[in-house]
């Protein structure tokens, strides 16, 4: 597992796990009862002070036929962020993830990211008026790259299975010629392998156009820009 490790000095490797569990800070989504546990994610600095999310669980599991018996949904997550990572999809960097069983035998597990510095979510960079500030062009190669990093997720039969608008975060820097369009993708908790890129591809698109609030026009434009990188049509977007 290819971590970024980020720490006091001297913690042990053996102690990572006790180390991010004692971590406490400013809960940015309270901890909520589901899947026979419990999740919840908090905002905390490290001691270089990096800003870092850590998700905390207690018996909060996922059961597949591979894991029948249920394994923490922090692991899924894990897999889906170097899966991503490895087809050039901008998510999370991942500082630290790691499981174990209490002395009850109940599982609690970690997964602790990097926060998407300078990323806002695409619905707050609507807010604040980011279309009227760049133009139009620019918000097609918005569009565009939303489309390209979906379809690289998709062409590795990735599905990202929660694809909400609010799930998308982008960042836009630079001006003029030299401005610069990025999009990244959170949440992959419940993301998973797909037999085919297009299984994935339609459950995600037919997805993120019910979460979210383009307009007709905007979406049709989406949905070119993704087709034509796809290379093929998905039934059911237009």
């Not at 809960?27 to 905390?56: F, H, T």
């Not at 026009?217 to 989406?222: A, G, H, I």
């Amino acid at each position: 597992m290819a971590v970024d490790f980020v720490a006091a000095p001297g913690v042990a490797s053996q102690d990572r796990f006790a180390y991010f569990w004692s971590q406490q800070g400013e809960w940015v989504e309270e901890p909520n009862l589901r899947r026979g546990g419990e999740s919840g994610v908090q905002r905390v600095m490290s001691a270089n002070g990096r800003l870092l999310y850590v998700k905390r669980q207690t018996g909060h599991l996922y059961r597949s036929w591979l894991h029948p018996f249920g394994r923490p949904t922090v692991l899924r997550e894990r897999d889906a962020i170097e899966g991503l990572r490895q087809l050039n999809v901008n998510v999370p960097k991942l500082v630290f993830c790691g499981a174990e069983r209490d002395a009850d035998k109940q599982w609690r597990a970690l997964l602790v990211t990097a926060a998407l510095d300078g990323f806002t979510e695409m619905e707050n960079w609507y807010a604040a008026g980011g279309r009227e500030r760049y133009g139009e062009a620019l918000h097609d190669r918005l569009l565009e790259e939303l489309a390209v990093t979906l379809t690289r997720m998709h062409l590795g039969r990735w599905q990202h299975s929660c694809l909400y608008i609010k799930h998308v975060f982008v960042r836009v820097t630079g001006e003029g010629p030299d401005t610069k369009v990025e999009v990244a993708l959170l949440d992959l908790e419940k993301s998973r392998r797909r037999w085919s890129a297009q299984s994935a591809a339609q459950h995600d698109m037919q997805q993120l156009r019910r979460h979210s609030s383009f307009t007709d026009t905007d979406w049709l434009k989406l949905v070119y820009f993704y087709e034509n990188a796809f290379g093929s049509a998905i039934k059911g977007l237009r």
